[in-house]
């Protein structure tokens, strides 16, 4: 039987959920040139307390935003609006219902 613990790191990106998406991207980026697995950043929120966890798409999300595809189809424009989110911070883009489980939990 594996146990979430057998599957754990103690190893691991971590933001506070005040950093801006550009903040965050920047880390990504960085991770990504040092070969560091950023597959996922975790969140630490005020109280140092686990917010979540910010992936490449959700962060790729994030940069997006409200963007339609209606609108105007110019890069000029869509670079506009993902340079308008760059200032949002990261909490904006953490999933309400982050499955989380304990050390001891069971799959098998």
Same mark, same amino acid.
């Given at each position: ?15 506070? !959920? ?6 965050? +991207?920047? &880390?990504? /980026?960085? #991770?990504?040139?040092?070969?560091? *697995? ?12 686990? !917010? ?6 959700? +962060?790729? &999300?994030? /940069?997006? #935003?409200?963007?339609?595809?209606? *609108? ?32 001891? *939990?069971?799959?098998?």
């Amino acid at each position: 039987m594996t146990r979430a613990r057998d599957l754990m790191t103690k190893r691991f990106l971590r933001i506070s !959920a005040e950093n801006t998406l550009r903040e965050t +991207l920047g &880390i990504l /980026l960085h #991770g990504e040139q040092k070969k560091y *697995d950023t597959g996922a950043i975790v969140i630490i929120d005020q109280e140092g307390e686990f !917010a979540g966890i910010a992936t490449p798409s959700q +962060l790729a &999300i994030g /940069l997006v #935003g409200k963007w339609e595809s209606n *609108d105007e189809p110019s890069k000029s424009a869509f670079t506009a609006h993902a340079e308008t989110n760059l200032s949002e911070t990261v909490d904006t883009i953490l999933n309400p219902n982050q499955p989380i489980a304990s050390p001891l *939990d069971a799959h098998g």
